[in-house]
């Protein structure tokens, strides 16, 4: 049976070992998942599958920028407790990937698992002698990387958890890292209003409508209100539009256009952002064991 990247994908997902462990295993099982699994297990290969299940949403971001501000990368490694986070074992293992990132410059975090640290060890390997030492999942997100051939990129990085890499035309290293610290600060969706989608205009405009509609006011008065409105929503949301947290008198779009400058793009990672934590209810879990 041929052995697919599907299968290689659900088994590692499965046990949380490596890719290459999986693809042995499924090799040697004739892509037969349970006997896969079960012979992981035997061997000591999914060490760190009962592990693999944890939520991991605490961790560190990383962002690594080249000398002549070029090229940087950008990445989120996770792990279950904010108390692994604080301990040098996990500290350099960001620092390493994020120095073997910015040299290899990987597509995505797949392609980042199978390439090579300098002890001859894959990142996925070594991933999984960490959870071992330590005892708690660890799970590299995602990875970015970030060029300009005619730019210059600002990198910055708030604390352990907010990092951010921004794009801007011309050579103004100074004013691409305050532009992103301010993107650290502010959150913005986009850079400009032509980059928000119509069905988010859309949506906001219904709500807005509504909200005006309970007002009792007449209509041309509401239409002032929806203009106004989605003007104040626009500016909240786009980069261009807020007011710059150094300057809060001047936009970001003001900012920009008064240094002769242009923001190309943006990227901004926040520590566990989409991931959702599971809550345990201590009072569920006792009355569990107690009818078990």
């Known amino acids: 049976m041929a052995i697919t990247a599907a299968l290689v994908k659900e088994l590692r997902e499965r046990t949380g070992a490596g890719m290459m462990d999986c693809k042995k295993a499924l090799t040697?099982?004739?892509g037969n998942m349970e006997d896969a699994i079960d012979l992981m297990r035997a061997s000591g290969a999914a060490k760190a599958a009962k592990k693999a299940g944890r939520i991991a949403s605490e961790g560190l971001v990383n962002v690594t920028?080249?000398?002549?501000?070029?090229?940087a990368i950008i990445l989120e490694v996770n792990s279950e407790t904010d108390f692994v986070t604080k301990g040098d074992v996990f500290i350099d293992?960001?620092?390493?990937?994020?120095?073997?990132?910015?040299?290899?410059?990987?597509?995505?975090?797949?392609?980042?698992?199978?390439?090579?640290?300098?002890?001859?060890?894959?990142v996925d390997k070594a991933r999984e002698?960490?959870?071992?030492?330590?005892?708690?999942n660890i799970s590299v997100r995602r990875v970015h990387t970030v060029t300009t051939d005619n730019g210059v990129i600002g990198a910055y990085k708030h604390g352990d958890r907010i990092a951010v890499l921004s794009v801007l035309s011309g050579n103004d290293g100074d004013l691409a890292?305050?532009?992103?610290?301010?993107?650290?600060?502010?959150?913005?969706?986009?850079?400009s209003e032509d980059q928000l989608s119509a069905d988010l205009l859309e949506r906001?405009?219904?709500?807005?409508?509504?909200?005006?509609?309970?007002?009792?006011?007449?209509?041309n008065i509401i239409e002032k209100m929806i203009v106004g409105r989605m003007k104040k929503f626009v500016n909240e949301v786009t980069l261009y539009g807020q007011s710059f947290v150094k300057d809060?008198?001047?936009?970001?779009?003001q900012l920009v256009k008064a240094n002769n400058a242009d923001v190309e793009s943006f990227v901004r990672f926040e520590v566990g952002e989409g991931i959702e934590k599971k809550v345990d209810n201590f009072v569920e879990e006792?009355?569990?064991?107690?009818?078990?």
């Open 129 to 136: 002698e960490i959870i071992a030492k330590i005892g708690e």
């Open 65 to 71: 920028l080249s000398d002549d501000k070029k090229t």
């Open 28 to 30: 040697e099982t004739d």
């Open 93 to 122: 293992f960001v620092n390493t990937l994020g120095a073997l990132a910015l040299a290899t410059q990987p597509e995505n975090v797949e392609a980042f698992l199978t390439q090579t640290l300098e002890t001859g060890e894959t």
């Open 248 to 253: 809060p008198d001047t936009t970001v779009g």
């Open 177 to 191: 890292k305050d532009v992103a610290m301010h993107i650290a600060a502010s959150k913005p969706e986009c850079v």
């Open 204 to 219: 906001e405009k219904a709500i807005f409508i509504e909200q005006a509609k309970e007002s009792g006011k007449p209509d």
């Open 286 to 292: 006792v009355m569990a064991q107690a009818q078990a």
